[in-house]
């Protein structure tokens, strides 16, 4: 009996993609199908956070790049995938771009954030508490729509009721 040389199996694909952060240095992990716009926002949150002497700069993109090929650029709703050998994914920032900043600025990317509201003594946030206003002129204009509805079926009901009498009158006139 000859004996078959069992093959390895083929390695499955990775659960999750590496971007590399050009600012730190560092190698994030994000699972496969992440939105680029997230991820950065991640990356960004963690170079905001470094206490370093020189702040460091923030990615504006994220990219795929291979040697001799054209970078392709996650737009921020894009899903962050692996293009297959050699390439890489890498964050890119102001630094890396030819276009002159005047001294002293720097770009950031558009970042929203939602502010909270302090209290008057500017210790502790304010609670929104939803108060109902239900005046009388509210009432007013609920029983107003309700009429107005009743009167608009009459109306119609009225017209349903009498529209055999119109088609005779009509058939008979002709």
């Not at 078959?4 to 390695?11: F, G, I, L, N, Q």
């Not at 680029?36 to 020189?54: D, E, P, V």
């Not at 795929?64 to 996650?74: L, T, V």
């Not at 950031?108 to 239900?134: E, F, Y």
Request: hydrophobic share 40%; proline share 9%; aromatic share 8%.
């Amino acid at each position: 009996m000859a004996e078959e040389t069992a093959e390895p199996a083929p390695h499955p694909p990775p659960t999750f993609i590496e971007v590399k952060c050009r600012s730190s240095g560092k190698t994030r992990r994000f699972a496969v199908g992440t939105d680029a716009g997230f991820a950065l926002s991640l990356i960004n949150r963690t170079l905001m956070g470094t206490a370093t002497a020189t702040p460091l700069p923030l990615a504006l993109h994220i990219e795929a790049f291979k040697e001799r090929e054209e970078p392709i650029a996650f737009g921020p709703n894009s899903l962050l995938v692996q293009y297959g050998h050699g390439w890489q994914l890498q964050t890119r920032t102001e630094l890396d771009f030819d276009f002159p900043v005047p001294k002293g600025e720097r770009l950031r990317p558009l970042t929203t954030r939602i502010s909270t509201v302090k209290g008057t003594d500017g210790s502790h946030p304010v609670k929104r508490t939803a108060n109902p206003v239900i005046s009388s002129v509210y009432i007013g204009k609920i029983i107003l729509a309700f009429i107005l509805i009743f009167v608009l079926g009459a109306i119609f009901t009225l017209a349903l009721e009498n529209l055999p009498r119109l088609i005779l009158f009509i058939k008979s006139s002709m």
